[in-house]
Antibody, heavy 121, light 110 residues
């Protein structure tokens, strides 16, 4: 069974930092990208960041709204991806989801975690 | 303001067919594949269409989608109460070098 589980959310003051983690199981982690997507209260879905696999040089991509403040990293040995969030703003408050992407099948975000809530206040 | 444009709401009665549009540009829908997601209240989104018109395993064939030029659409036929949810389109955008979503369409089953 494919599973993604986020952790690390919580309450943080503006300007503070938080580190989210996404642990995965049930599939060969090294074959997939892992993305972070968020949904702020009263708003729609917003893509945040992408962690590509070894075949793509572990490259990353970020939304303009978080570039320079957020950093994504992956650990293939632990089947996990981390999202380091610095200089947090109130507008970063949202439910954060990690999701699997299979680019060979053009399946972006085919499995999602349950989300972890980040509140910046 | 979302890069992809969707109507904020749509509605239909049980058994009806409804369509949801998604308008983009040459840097996203025009050259990239489109995915559609369903989000029920209080739950994580779920992929219902990938690669413009493909259904993942387990998604009923009442869900279909198409793409033409810089626009895409999702159709749900034989509408059921459990289809009441928010629906989002998404695609990679080469100009932004990132994934972009539509603003979401809230589907109400009357």
């Amino acid at each position: 069974e494919v599973r993604l589980v986020e952790s690390g959310g919580g309450l943080v003051q503006p300007g503070g930092s938080l580190r989210l983690s996404c642990g995965v199981s049930g599939f060969f982690f090294s074959d997939y990208y892992i993305d972070w997507v968020r949904r702020a209260p009263g708003k729609g879905l917003e893509w945040v960041a992408r962690s590509r696999h070894k075949a793509k040089g572990y490259s990353t991509a970020y939304a303009a709204s978080v570039k320079g403040r957020f950093s994504v990293s992956r650990d293939d040995s632990r089947n996990s991806v981390n999202l380091q969030m610095n200089s947090l703003k109130t507008e970063d408050s949202a439910m954060y989801y990690c999701a699997r992407t299979d680019r060979t099948m053009h399946k972006d975000f085919d499995f999602w975690g349950q989300g972890t809530l980040v509140t910046v206040s | 303001q979302s890069v992809l444009t969707q109507p904020p709401s749509a509605s239909g009665t049980p058994g009806q067919r409804v369509t949801i549009s998604c308008s983009g540009s040459s840097s996203n829908i025009g050259t990239k594949t489109v995915n559609w997601y369903q989000q029920l209240p209080g739950t994580a989104p779920k992929l219902v269409i990938y690669s413009n018109n493909m259904r993942p395993s387990g998604v009923p064939d009442r869900f279909s989608a198409s793409k033409s030029g810089t626009s895409a659409s999702l159709a749900i036929s034989g509408l059921r109460s459990e289809d009441e949810a928010e629906y989002y389109c998404a695609a990679w955008d080469d100009s932004l070098s990132g994934m972009v979503f539509g603003g979401g369409t809230k589907l109400t089953v009357l």
